[in-house]
C-alpha cells in the first residue's frame, strides 16, 4: 500500500514515518505540508492512502480532503488532527474521510486502519 502524509509539522511527519515503517506493505511514497503541494502529489502518485492533518499552515485539510476524494474517490483517507471536535469529526466524516483519529489520544490506532486498508474487505469507515 502507497502512503502519502499530509502533515506541516517536521516532527510529526518523522514520527508517522518511522511509526507506519514498522507496517509491512507500506510504502511511504511523499510527504507534503502544504495543501497545493499535497494535491499535485496525490493526482500524480499511485496513492493508496492518506493522514491527513487538518490544520496545515497553508490551508484547510478538510477542503484538500474533499478534493481529493472527487478526484481520487478510491484513496482512503484517515484525519489525524490535534482538533478533533465532534463538529471536525462530523465534517471530515461528510467530506469522505474514512476514519478520524486525535494525534494526542489515537496515533497508536494508525497501524490498525492501515492494516485493515490493506484487506481485500475491509469496513468503509473506521473510527
Excluded: C, Y
Amino acid at each position: 500500500m502507497n502512503l502519502f502524509i499530509v502533515e506541516d509539522s517536521v516532527l510529526i511527519q518523522n514520527r508517522l514515518i518511522r511509526f507506519v515503517e514498522e507496517v509491512p506493505g507500506i510504502h511511504v511514497i511523499g510527504v507534503s505540508g502544504d495543501v497545493d503541494t499535497a494535491f499535485d502529489k496525490v493526482l500524480n502518485t499511485e496513492t493508496d492512502a492518506i493522514i491527513l492533518d487538518l490544520q496545515l499552515g497553508n490551508g484547510n485539510g478538510l477542503q484538500l480532503l474533499k478534493s481529493i476524494k472527487q478526484q481520487k474517490p478510491s484513496v482512503k483517507i484517515v484525519v489525524l488532527t490535534n482538533h478533533s471536535t465532534e463538529d471536525n469529526r462530523q465534517h471530515a466524516m461528510r467530506a469522505g474521510a474514512d476514519g478520524f483519529l486525535d494525534k494526542s489520544t489515537d496515533f497508536e490506532r494508525i497501524p490498525d486502519f492501515l492494516h485493515r486498508w490493506q484487506a481485500p474487505n475491509f469496513p468503509n469507515h473506521l473510527n
